[in-house]
């Protein structure tokens, strides 16, 4: 994509650790579609990452933030706010982290004390994210904003565990509060459910190189890459979209409306 579609706006990028990761894609096609952003992402992953190559690349400032807690939000969003002298155009929620899945515990046998950082980390920051936003006006009206999620929100995938139920609470989230958002400042609020993506935290799930291939055979047109997906991020934060809204977009090949494939049929016979 080279056209500047997103000359002129500013946001904010949570959640680039490395070159596998989607948003570290999405940060690189903001940037050739002409928009600055701040690069975000917690201050142990930041010192675990490459963000610094990231950011040099793109002209970017780096600002850590915890997003469980409500001091680095706001800390966040104040100092995006004072970079760009003003209000911000599109924000990408790319957080996701299994406490559970990292102790290896099964769905049957979860911590709930884990869990709760889970939900916390995932799926409440994104709320969270929002209603700062929403404190301090920090969002122009018909900005857009996008959290990535899975269709294992809405379909069983056992080894997907307790992210399921994250997911499913992200994209609650994002209806609620695309709709409250909406309507005071004509903010719009969206998720992606995109193609499982071979990023640091989807090979965490156990089977993922099973279930990516599986889902290439499933997928009428194949999985969708991370730099697919960062050119639908562009799309979404453009003035193209500016009427959607409230929105899970499947972003997955066709996937999540394919009920078998011939592939996966014929690798099923005796």
């Not at 201050?43 to 963000?51: D, K, V, Y």
């Not at 911000?88 to 099964?106: A, C, E, P, Q, T």
């Not at 994209?171 to 640091?200: C, D, W």
């Not at 279930?211 to 499933?218: G, Q, R, T, V």
Request: glycine share 6%; with cysteine; proline share 2%.
């Amino acid at each position: 994509m080279n056209q500047k579609i997103l000359s002129g706006k500013r946001g904010i990028i949570f959640g680039a650790l490395d070159e596998r990761s989607i948003a570290w894609k999405v940060a690189e096609k903001c940037y050739d579609a002409g928009a600055e952003f701040v690069l975000t992402n917690a201050p142990i992953a930041l010192r675990m990452g490459e963000i610094n190559e990231l950011a040099k690349k793109t002209n970017s400032s780096i600002i850590p933030c915890d997003v469980s807690l409500d001091s680095d939000m706001d800390s966040l969003i104040t100092k995006s706010m004072e970079k760009f002298g003003g209000k911000l155009d599109f924000i990408l929620h790319s957080v996701g982290m299994s406490y559970n899945i990292r102790k290896k515990n099964s769905y049957t046998e979860l911590d709930y004390e884990l869990m709760k950082k889970t939900l916390d980390v995932s799926a409440i920051s994104f709320h969270r994210l929002l209603q700062t936003c929403m404190k301090h006006d920090a969002l122009n009206e018909w900005a857009s904003v996008i959290a990535l999620t899975y269709i294992a929100a809405q379909r069983v995938f056992p080894n997907y565990n307790e992210m399921a139920d994250t997911k499913a609470l992200l994209e609650s989230i994002s209806r609620s509060m695309g709709f409250h958002y909406g309507k005071a400042k004509k903010v719009r609020v969206n998720t992606i459910s995109q193609s499982p993506t071979l990023t640091t935290a989807g090979s965490g799930v156990g089977g993922f190189d099973s279930f990516l291939s599986y889902a290439e055979k499933m997928s009428p047109l194949g999985n969708a890459s991370s730099d697919d997906c960062a050119n639908y991020c562009v799309i979404m934060f453009s003035d193209y979209t500016k009427m959607v809204t409230m929105q899970n977009l499947f972003h997955d090949g066709g996937y999540s409306f394919t009920g078998a494939s011939a592939e996966v049929l014929n690798s099923m016979k005796p």
